[in-house]
């Protein structure tokens, strides 16, 4: 395989193990005839790690949040289940190297004009149809329609040909040269052609995937049950697994004492402590994957509009307190989106606002806007809101009053998209742990062209339309990735908080669990030990 543009930049292990010890119903057909499934630091040494899997059990998994299926190819808080029904064409390996799933193999041409996939052989949808090089050509087009919300759609848009060789052989003709096309290539579910607006109305979910989906019952959970014509042989070992919307964290907490569900994504950061002095279970955080809460500024909105506002703002922000006290201590303060995984990463970049109420009171004094009145919107789980209240505590010590509109999270992620946002609001973001230029084309917060804050920059898309099409390695891509730090930090339109990959809490028996970097749950592996 010939790599020309994927970087391979240096990156910790994955996984760190924090702790560890000893509505209606919608029937979808009750059939019951990859990324990497890395076997967890927390599992027991000995005999007990090397044992054979043991095959069959239920898992349930505990998430505050429902499916929404118009965010299917969109990733957000309820993309946990996209890797259960449908494969992608590659999954990173720690040090974001592409390894091969339904793509075998590839090569790029010298000039970085297109790539020749070969595509795996044998596979076939939950429905029986075999998978060909169609439903790639189906996936891109996807992708690229503009009807859909879905990210990476800049990179999709610039694939502007496809030449098929057979049915699994297939070159991907590109516009121009880019950076990210693996970061498109784990991201891009490989749906059913023949069923998507099916899928995108929660009516039929067809893939490749090791889990069909058999029931959706809308507010309460999804169901799914073993695929027996997996293409990996001998997966998975569960016989089914089922998702339950446990949106209370009391109720939350007490499903994961009590056994009735064995992993979730969604605890609370002030409730994992609790949670770490149960023998049986384990709390573990993905240091490499994608994730960070921020506070985003609608730059319409006056006085955000002036910049030195928004930088006052973010010098307001105690983040090492909402490290400790909101989040538990998982994760990393930061005034930047980027993991220290990141070829992007930078000490000096990390701490450029501190926490500094004197200087932001100066700054919007400066500006002369005191007194400030600003609406906040948050997600009404209680994690999200405990970072919005710790965010309007902060500023009220500055002389910003910020008043707190609490909202679901479907809506507020079509907010997000759709730009509607007010002055102010507090969201987690991805994509900074992939290669640094998928940030700024395609996240929805950074989006050099369309991002949620509306800010405009010529300046700002030309380097970032540089550094995506600027091979990932090299003296050049590292000047143009610190360009784009510099204008994050500068234009504040976007003020990060704390970097904070996936923190899973999982039974102990549980294992061979893993998350891909854009967060879709992979169970190949996945066993319940005895």
């Given at each position: 395989m ?12 994955r996984?760190?193990?924090?702790r560890?010890?000893?509505?209606g ?14 076997v967890?630091?927390?599992?027991a040494p000995?005999?007990e790690?090397?044992a ?29 289940q ?13 040090r ?14 010298k ?5 020749t ?7 076939t949808?939950?429905?029986g149809r ?31 040909g496809f ?9 991907l ?17 490989i749906?059913?052609?023949?069923s998507v607006e ?8 067809n893939?490749?995937g090791p889990?069909k ?9 999804l169901s799914f049950?073993?695929?027996?014509k997996?293409w990996?042989?001998?997966r998975p070992?569960l016989?089914?697994?089922?998702f ?9 907490l007490s ?11 969604g605890?609370p950061?002030r409730n ?6 149960d ?13 960070a ?18 930088q ?10 909402i ?9 990393l303060?930061s ?19 501190t926490h500094d ?5 100066e ?8 007194g400030?009145?600003?609406?906040l919107l ?9 970072v919005?209240?710790?965010?309007q ?11 707190l ?26 994509f ?10 395609s996240?929805?917060p950074?989006?050099?062209?369309k991002?949620t ?8 898309t030309?380097?970032?339309?540089e ?6 390695a ?6 143009l ?6 204008t994050l ?26 998350l ?11 066993h319940?030990?005895?």
């Amino acid at each position: 395989m010939t790599e020309l543009y994927p970087t391979t930049p240096t990156a910790p292990s994955r996984r760190t193990t924090l702790r560890a010890a000893g509505g209606g119903t919608l029937l979808l057909g009750l059939g019951l005839a990859g990324c990497r499934s890395a076997v967890s630091e927390a599992e027991a040494p000995g005999a007990e790690a090397t044992a054979k899997p043991r095959r069959g059990g239920i898992l349930t998994v505990a998430v505050n949040s429902d499916f929404t299926p118009s965010l299917l190819f969109a990733q957000s808080g309820q993309s946990l289940q996209q890797r259960l029904v449908y494969n992608t064409l590659v999954r990173y390996d720690d040090r974001l190297k592409p390894q091969p799933e339904l793509a075998t193999s590839w090569e790029y041409a010298k000039d970085g004009r297109s790539i020749t996939l070969k595509l795996r052989t044998g596979v076939t949808y939950h429905d029986g149809r075999p998978f060909t090089a169609d439903d790639v050509i189906f996936a891109v087009k996807n992708l690229q329609n503009p009807l859909r919300a879905a990210q990476l759609r800049a990179t999709a848009a610039a694939i502007t040909g496809f030449e098929k060789r057979g049915d699994h052989e297939l070159v991907l003709k590109l516009a121009h040269p880019v950076n990210n096309l693996f970061d498109l290539f784990e991201f891009m579910i490989i749906t059913d052609r023949n069923s998507v607006e099916d899928a995108v109305a929660g009516r039929k979910l067809n893939g490749t995937g090791p889990f069909k989906l058999t029931k959706w019952s809308p507010g309460t959970g999804l169901s799914f049950a073993r695929n027996e014509k997996y293409w990996q042989p001998d997966r998975p070992y569960l016989d089914a697994v089922e998702f339950r919307v446990i949106a209370q964290a009391d109720a939350l907490l007490s499903s994961l004492r009590t056994g009735q569900t064995q992993l979730s994504y969604g605890v609370p950061g002030r409730n994992l402590a609790t949670l770490a002095a149960d023998p049986e279970l384990v709390i573990s955080e993905y240091s490499t994957g994608g994730g960070a809460h921020y506070l985003g500024v609608n730059t319409t909105v006056a006085p955000l509009n002036d910049k030195t506002v928004r930088q006052a703002l973010a010098w307001g922000i105690d983040r090492e307190r909402i490290l400790k006290q909101v989040l538990g201590g998982y994760g990393l303060a930061s005034a930047t989106p980027w993991p220290k995984s990141s070829p992007a990463f930078s000490e000096a970049a990390r701490t450029h606002y501190t926490h500094d109420p004197g200087k932001a009171r100066e700054l919007l004094k400066s500006a002369g806007h005191t007194g400030l009145d600003l609406p906040l919107l948050h997600i009404n789980l209680p994690g999200d809101t405990a970072v919005a209240e710790a965010v309007q505590y902060d500023l009220k010590q500055i002389g910003v009053r910020v008043t707190l509109e609490p909202t679901d999270p479907a809506t507020a992620q079509k907010n997000l998209i759709s730009q509607s946002m007010p002055g102010l609001w507090t969201m987690s973001h991805g994509f900074a742990q992939v290669q640094p230029s998928t940030l700024a084309v395609s996240a929805y917060p950074f989006n050099e062209a369309k991002n949620t804050s509306r800010f405009r920059s010529a300046a700002y898309t030309k380097v970032v339309r540089e550094a995506w099409t600027t091979p990932g390695a090299g003296a050049r891509a590292n000047a143009l990735r610190q360009q784009i730090t510099d204008t994050l930090l500068d234009e504040a339109f976007i003020i990060d908080l704390v970097i904070r990959g996936s923190v899973q809490v999982a039974a102990r028996k549980l294992r061979g669990v893993t998350l891909n970097k854009f967060s879709y749950l992979n169970l190949d592996d996945a066993h319940l030990a005895g």
